[in-house]
């Protein structure tokens, strides 16, 4: 299964909202998680089953999708959010990863 | 604290092995799905393979079939990669993760490793 996010890239301003898509090639059903990743660091779990929020990560970050398109929006960007943002399809193996997103300050 | 540190990484020549581990702390280490994942340097995620917390189920990428075994010692916490006829294309950073799976309602890698790093050269 591929998934593909868009865009791989942005530009964003602080208190901006964004949203980042994935698109698999098959219906995965809500096996879709969400990661955030820095510089240099290991990612980080935001969201899984597509839209459950892991503990102790911020309200704004919210997910939502199931089948085949999936999104990931943050409602109001802070300053520690810019980083790079993968989608992973837990449905079937092999575990497959989008390309990544990497959010930039504009 | 919850916790993985992996070890074992360095410089390698092409066709040579290296084994990683990664050792678990504070959670029951038996109880949980395992998992390594690669990033080429500059590049995305790549998920390597997989164990179930028994050790009886495994699965890998196919760019590494046959030359990674993946392993694990419940008695010891710990989670082992062995690379074999290592190339150019597998230096990358090897983190080991954890999977939280359907027991635990949480099909996500939600507890990663720092991460270690392995360079294929010669």
């Known amino acids: 299964i591929q998934l593909t996010q868009s865009p791989s890239s942005l530009s964003a301003s602080v208190g901006d909202r964004v949203t980042i898509t994935c698109r698999a090639s098959?219906?995965?059903?809500?096996?879709l998680a969400w990661y955030q990743q820095k510089p240099g660091k290991a990612p980080k779990l935001l969201i899984y089953a597509a839209s459950t929020l892991q503990s102790g990560v911020p309200s704004r970050f919210s997910g939502s999708g199931s089948g085949t398109d999936f999104t990931l929006t943050i409602s109001s960007l802070q300053p520690e959010d810019f980083a790079t943002y993968y989608c992973?399809?837990?449905?079937?193996?092999?575990?497959?990863f989008g390309q990544g997103t990497k959010v930039e300050i504009k | 604290e919850v916790q993985l540190v992996e070890s074992g990484g360095g410089l390698v020549q092409p066709g040579g092995s290296l084994r990683l581990s990664c050792a678990a702390s504070g959670f029951t280490f038996s109880s949980y799905e395992m998992n390594w994942v690669r990033q080429a340097p500059g590049k995305g995620l790549e998920w390597v393979s997989y164990i179930s917390s028994s050790g009886s189920t495994i699965y890998y990428a196919d760019s590494v079939k046959g030359r990674f075994t993946i392993s694990r010692d419940n008695a010891k916490n710990s989670l082992y990669l062995q690379m074999n006829s290592l190339r150019a294309e597998d230096t990358a950073v090897y983190y080991c993760a954890r999977e939280g799976g359907s027991i635990f309602a949480l099909d996500a890698f939600d507890i990663w490793g720092q991460g270690t790093m392995v360079t294929v050269s010669s």
């Open positions: 992973q399809q837990l449905n079937s193996y092999p575990r497959t």
């Open positions: 098959q219906g995965i059903s809500s096996y």
